[in-house]
């Protein structure tokens, strides 16, 4: 009763309601317009040239399938809805402060004076992974980097200290920017540890994103942390109306300590990703710290962020880091936008997966792929790459699940090996291949992330972390249940359709 009345009262149950009720109206204002033989008509017409459109309208093919079947099935109300929840859109206003940040940033670049030494090195390393860098560095506006040391921790629970701990050694500004912050002990300590840095003269700055956090902090959370005295914002405020913007969701996972030290990964600041609390069996994320010159980008993206949501910040200069750290390998972050029209994450992952010669081995919470990146899984299995992805065996959101599971039947067909994380859940979105190249970071295999979302990660050439990572999954593979074909054909034919009915839809998701 308790957990009903919670979501009865709650603000995102509030908003659905209302917007709800808002397409209900125009639904029948539309219907009463169709009784009209012209109107009808018109309308017929007008639902044809959306279709063209969307097939022109450089979406990805999935998506454009999508959004035609819906207009397909309901020829009049389908147009409506793409019109309002299809396009890619934002505001003219951010659209202009985007631009004005990447033209200050590019003021910027001349920091990393020694990228032409580096890029030269990676060459030397490895040319595949150079000319990956290569993309990621026009893509992204970013830069592989030495001069920069990275930890990897396989769990919440191992990341959770060292980040209280680096925390407290702040001397000159936070800044966290997550998907999700809910009240809780997680939550609680490094409140606390912001409030005191915050008397000792340390800038903090927090961006978080507004859907993300309906449910674990109060809708006015952001005027409550000014009041203490921090720099505060929540991206793409929730309203109760239609809004095309809805979708575009800020899922990235940053923390920058005095321009020095950096975190990302798969980790938001709730209790669940510490295990703290259990929802969905035992929380498997991973996360990621880099210390030195590489730390730049990571501030870079934060600022972009907060720019779009605050205003902008005339001089960069004054957040860069002042740290060299020993060079392990090459690191080069990313951020990746839906309003670029360039998929960066899906293509660096599908570079990966075409580079590898030995194996590439997957993490993901959700597996909702793209035709383009089945088949590079494919062509590497049956080239005779070792293939493998991870998965959840409790899932969070079971409709997506069972997308998922949809594709089991052919990734496993091609040779492609899928395991389910037996313990619980597996949030972590993780990459690695031929002991060579890892990425690490906030960008799940769905397209959300690869399409809709703002999303960041981090690459590395050559590191000693990879192998880290490759030991984290190993301990996963031993733990985990691998699926055969006689799993996938015990499920009920019907079941199995259903699921691919599902996945038609899958874009939408």
Known sequence: ??????????????????????????????????NNTVWS???????????????????????????????????????????????KTLSL???????????????TREFNTSKEEVYTKLIDFDPDLARQSSYISKAAFSSPWQKTDAFYFSTGDEFFPDFLEELKKAERFIFLEFFIISLGEMWSQVLDILKEKQEQGVEIRILYDDFGCIGGIPSNYSKRLRAIGFKARAFNPVKPHINSRLNYRDHRKICVIDGNIAYTGGLNLADEYINRTIRFGHWKDNAVKICGLAVWDFTVLFLSMWDVTNGLDGDLTK????????????????????LDEVAMAETSYLQIINMAKDYVWITTPYLVITRSMFNALSIAAQSGVDVRIVVPYIPDKKYVNEVSKSYYFDLIKNGVKIYEYTPGFIHSKTFISDDKVSIIGTVNLDYRSFYLHFECGVAFYG????????????????????????????????????RLILRLFAPLL
């Open 463 to 498: 590191s000693s972390i990879i192998y880290d990572v490759k030991k984290d999954m190993e301990n996963l593979f031993v733990v985990s249940k691998q699926i055969n074909y006689n799993d996938v054909m015990s499920v009920g034919i019907i079941k199995r359709f259903f």
């Open 41 to 87: 008509q018109v309308f017929v017409v007008i639902s044809f040239v959306f279709g063209i459109w969307v097939i022109f309208n450089k979406h990805e093919p999935e998506y454009a399938i999508g959004w035609l079947l819906i207009i397909m099935i309901f020829p009049v109300y389908g147009a409506l809805f793409y019109l309002i929840f299809g396009k």
């Open 93 to 107: 206003f951010s659209k202009k402060k985007l631009s004005k940040f990447v033209r200050n940033y590019n003021k």
């Open 319 to 338: 957040f860069q880091p002042t740290l060299e750290s020993k060079s392990n390998g090459f690191v080069q972050p990313f951020g990746d936008n839906p």
């Open 1 to 34: 009763m308790k957990k009903l009345i919670k979501i009865i009262t709650s603000r995102l149950f509030f908003s659905a309601i209302l917007i709800t009720a808002q397409i209900t109206i125009i639904i029948l204002l539309f219907s009463r317009a169709i």
